[in-house]
């Protein structure tokens, strides 16, 4: 009973990681539309706000 040894280390790092990554995997399905969204409104709006790309004059 209180003679347990304790964890591996890695086996505590596995299970800090899996704690860590299920929740993204599970909640990033439902709001990859809005992440795409938002990225290519970001996008269009930067394209928007530079002016056109001119072509240096060389001076000869």
Request: hydrophobic fraction near 45%; avoid cysteine.
């Amino acid at each position: 009973m209180g003679t347990e040894a304790p964890a591996p280390v890695q086996a505590i790092q596995m299970a800090v990681l899996v704690v860590a990554i299920v929740p993204i995997l599970l909640v990033y399905p439902f709001l990859q539309r809005y992440f795409t969204k938002g990225v290519l409104t970001g996008a269009i709006k930067a394209s928007r706000a530079r002016p056109p790309h001119d072509s240096p004059k060389e001076d000869t």
